[in-house]
């Protein structure tokens, strides 16, 4: 295990995969989360929808977990744990990092209100989980800031993908409560 972690760029890809399959989790968490919403009637039952929104909500929090821990252990930015939680303090890319910041703070709101919700009045802890909304739009600015992956191709079918998804969906459920 200690040779794996003396990779130099061990930590890199860790941070990077994590980074990127989290974005992807984070849109298909949107998506779900948009698409469960109100009295939408989709194809399949409601709790299906509502199950994977939570299952893959808990996967991109762990793996948002990680790619924290991946890039303050990696040490090659010098990015300290305060720095990937408040936003705007860092040296290395302060707009990206900071956007990347809000976006984890968000991800702790959300949790961690989700986590009392039975002892919370319903619209305190929906006010709060709707501003999951704006976390997934600060997430892929902090993406597209950050990094190398931007500047690549592949990245930016994944981002372009993304944004459709997210799209699409609220353009959807806006559309059936339009409807309605």
């Known amino acids: 295990m200690g040779a794996l972690l003396a990779d130099p760029g061990l930590l890199w890809y860790v941070s990077r995969s994590t980074g990127v399959v989290c974005l992807m989790l984070l849109t298909a968490t949107t998506a779900l989360g948009l698409a469960s919403s109100g009295r939408v009637r989709t194809p399949w039952p409601r709790f299906v929808t509502q199950s994977l929104h939570r299952t893959l909500s808990l996967l991109a929090v762990l793996l948002l977990a990680g790619h924290i821990v ?7 930015v010098g990015i300290r744990i305060v720095e990937a939680l408040v936003p705007f303090i860092g040296t290395y ?25 039975t002892r919370l009045p319903h619209t305190l802890w929906r006010g709060v989980h709707l501003t999951a909304y704006a976390l997934w739009p600060v997430s892929m600015l902090h993406a597209l800031g950050t990094g190398s992956d931007p500047r690549q191709a592949w990245f930016t079918v994944l981002a372009l993908v993304c944004a459709a998804v997210v799209a699409g969906t609220l353009l959807w459920r806006l559309t059936v409560a339009t409807a309605r």
């Open 93 to 117: 890319r302060p707009l990206w990092l900071g956007l990347g910041a809000i976006a984890a703070d968000l991800v702790l709101l959300v949790v961690v209100t989700s986590l009392v919700r």
């Open 70 to 76: 991946a890039v303050v252990v990696d040490g090659s």
